[in-house]
């Protein structure tokens, strides 16, 4: 099984707008669950301080093989949600292990 763990940085928003985008990036990040099929386990997170200088969202997500890892990077819904991530972020780090 491969753990795929990608941390984000926003770009600055103000506060209230800063909490749209998570919530919205986290909705379009969760949503993934049910338009990937091999996805195994997906979870997100916000950094409980939203002005932060870390990151300020962490996706977890389970698949099965580094094949399915790149069925899920090519994936059209998840290339949608790229699009949004690329508009919001300035930052991301990622890092994919077997566990």
């Known amino acids: 099984m ?7 940085k926003l770009k600055e928003f ?3 707008e800063k909490q749209q985008v998570i919530s919205k990036l986290k909705a379009m990040l969760l949503g993934l669950k049910d338009k990937v099929e091999v996805l195994k386990h997906i979870e997100v997170n916000e950094n409980y301080e939203l002005d932060a200088k870390s990151f300020d969202i962490a ?6 093989t ?4 790149e069925t899920y990077r090519v994936h059209p819904e998840h290339q949608k949600v790229l699009d949004y991530i690329k508009e919001v972020t300035v930052a991301r780090a990622a ?3 077997n566990f």
């Not at 491969?2 to 984000?8: D, M, P, R, Y």
């Not at 996706?59 to 099965?64: N, Q, T």
């Open 95 to 97: 890092v994919d292990y």
């Open 14 to 16: 103000q506060q209230e």
């Open 66 to 69: 580094l094949d399915d890892l």
């Open 59 to 64: 996706l977890f997500s389970h698949v099965e």
């Open 2 to 8: 491969i753990n795929h763990v990608v941390l984000f």
